[in-house]
């Protein structure tokens, strides 16, 4: 269906002597006399359609058929048509993904000889989005299927040959995919954390590096070669995928054939595609993170990008540990317990967190640190919180217990220095106030962290923490949908949640991170919430966690220099100096 006037020639002129097609016609003579007269206005058709692909879809559509095109849908497909450089960000519920693979198929069915692709961060991932939608589209306009000569559909692979020899076919964001070709293609959820930044501009973006050859030989000038389809739900300010968004939307305002566009969840309610009652109940569930629904409902890009604590990317680079401890399971190492106490004791929205850091010896005073696990509850009374915090040091068989002793946490020392229980009473090790309540059996447990102290400044163990961040010396657990993908041997849907527990829980800490931004005044460090509406328990847990270890590889450095013997670098013999 190439554009017909972009390559009418003179000398190509239909007379007797001069003929495009095959000149013997004897067989079917009058079928292909009227083909002929029938072009001209079948090449009109075929720039308008191109054009308007929506049109297109209302021409082929069966009476009966279950759905009609929304008119966002028709822009969608008309500027997926027109533009060299696409960027959509839309909720669920949009049928983005829809769209976007049926302006692919029309494409194909369009352009003979296009090659396209489907990317996403693993060939899986791609597969299922675009079998899923082929299907539909095949469901809905079953002409259409008449166009593909074959096809092959499994688990991690999607390919359709059409009858004009376009293909269209799914390519992993890795380096399995490097040194393909291809015309042009879309990228799905670019804001997944899994999609690498170096492999899509180093491997996938590369394979589009020729134009389409339309039937008559040529390039065709209208065509829009080497297009990209980005369509997305939002992600954070930090991200890879805002990057791009900002990249794409500076070619918009320079003029470029480029097209961002975005809508919140009121647009596919205004359609019955997703149902209000639904998205204000999930808006209003206190369990439901509001970033996260500002990004998933309201296609917000949350975060600052400009001042943030730290840069998405760099805390990405840290979730790498894929194994989550609820016990101790290296005698070797040191496990320490950071705990933030709740703000309101008793208070339903009130939330604290422990955090699990194991500290591996290097063998020179210092320690690979890891998060193997974190916990949070709401509402519970001190004494509560007091025999948790009991069994889990009990669990993980901890050095130490670093608790925020700032405001109530005074509340919750009161209680760790008590016999509550079977465990032996904690002694403060830091606090000569909490001396008269030592007793025999007390065991040195609790160090009281106050922000306000000299050894312990809040903006010293804020920089602390952005520098171990930024040279990844933090590993985290892994995203829980990385780790769902490893587990689904798991057949037991309770034990399933509980396993995936520490790593949504990581998930958690991401998101508070991400709502953090820094704010320098003179030498000091502040840390300041972007969204009163997310907490900051984990991350402050984590932080204390971190800095006590800190502490205690100061004093093994010290340490260590004392016990450096003068002499040796001496050239006389300490014995001849008196």
Known sequence: MGIYNNYKRPEKKFTATNFIDDRDVSKKKTSVKSFQELKPEWRKFC?????????????ISPPDSKIKLFFYQ??????????????????????????????????????????????????????????????????????????????????????LVFHNNAKLDVVQVSNSSRGGR???????????????????????????????????????????????????????????????????????????????????????????????????????????????????????????????????????KCRVLTRAEDKASDKNAMYILGY?????????????????????PRGDGTYQKHVVNLYSFEGAHFLEQA?????????????????????L????????????????????????????????????????????NKETRASDIHNLFINLISNQKVKLLVSESQAKAEMKKVKDQEKLEEILMPYRHTDFLVEEIMNLEYKQSGNQTQVKQISRGINKDRFSALEYALYYAHL???????????NIDLSQFLMIKSSTLF
């Open 47 to 59: 720039e308008y359609y191109k054009q308007y692909p929506d049109r297109f879809i209302d021409l």
């Open 74 to 159: 028709r822009m969608m497909l008309r500027i997926l048509f027109r533009s060299q450089k696409v960027y959509f960000t839309f909720t669920r519920g949009s049928a983005k993904s829809f769209t976007q693979i049926l302006a692919l198929y029309l494409k194909c069915v369009m352009h003979s000889g296009g090659h396209y692709f489907i990317a996403a961060p693993t060939k899986q991932q791609a597969a299922n989005i675009s079998q899923e939608n082929i299907e539909k589209i095949w469901e809905y306009f079953p002409i259409l299927q008449n166009e593909v000569k074959k096809y092959y559909f499994n688990k991690d692979s999607t390919k």
């Open 182 to 316: 291809r015309h042009g293609g879309a990228i799905e959820e670019i804001v997944d954390e899994t999609m690498k930044k170096d492999m899509l501009n180093e491997i996938v973006l590369p394979m589009m590096a020729n134009n389409r050859i339309a039937a008559c030989g040529g390039t065709d000038p209208y065509e829009q070669h080497k297009f990209q389809f980005y369509i997305t739900t939002a992600g954070t300010r930090q991200s890879f995928a805002f990057e791009k968004l900002q990249e794409v939307l500076k070619e918009m305002a320079q003029g470029k054939n480029v097209f961002v566009l975005g809508a919140g969840y009121e647009l596919p309610c205004m359609h019955n595609q997703l149902d209000i009652d639904y998205v204000n109940s999930m808006k209003e569930a206190d369990t439901v993170n509001p970033l996260g629904f500002a990004r998933e409902y309201e296609s917000v890009w949350t975060g600052s990008s400009d001042s943030s604590l730290v840069s998405y990317e760099d805390l990405n």
């Open 340 to 360: 933030d106490v709740a703000r309101s004791e008793g208070s339903a929205n009130a939330t604290s967190a422990l955090v699990v850091l194991k500290c591996i």
């Open 387 to 407: 025999r948790f915090l009991k069994k889990k040091v009990n669990d993980f068989n901890a050095s130490m217990l670093v608790v925020d002793s700032n405001g």
């Open 409 to 452: 946490g005074v509340g919750l020392l009161d209680q760790l220095v008590l016999e509550i229980d079977e465990n032996p009473p904690y002694q403060v090790v830091n606090d000569e106030r909490y001396a008269k309540f030592k007793t025999g059996n007390s065991i040195p447990m609790v160090y009281a962290l106050k922000s306000q």
């Open 552 to 562: 205690i590889e100061k004093k093994n450095q010290t340490r260590k220099r004392e």
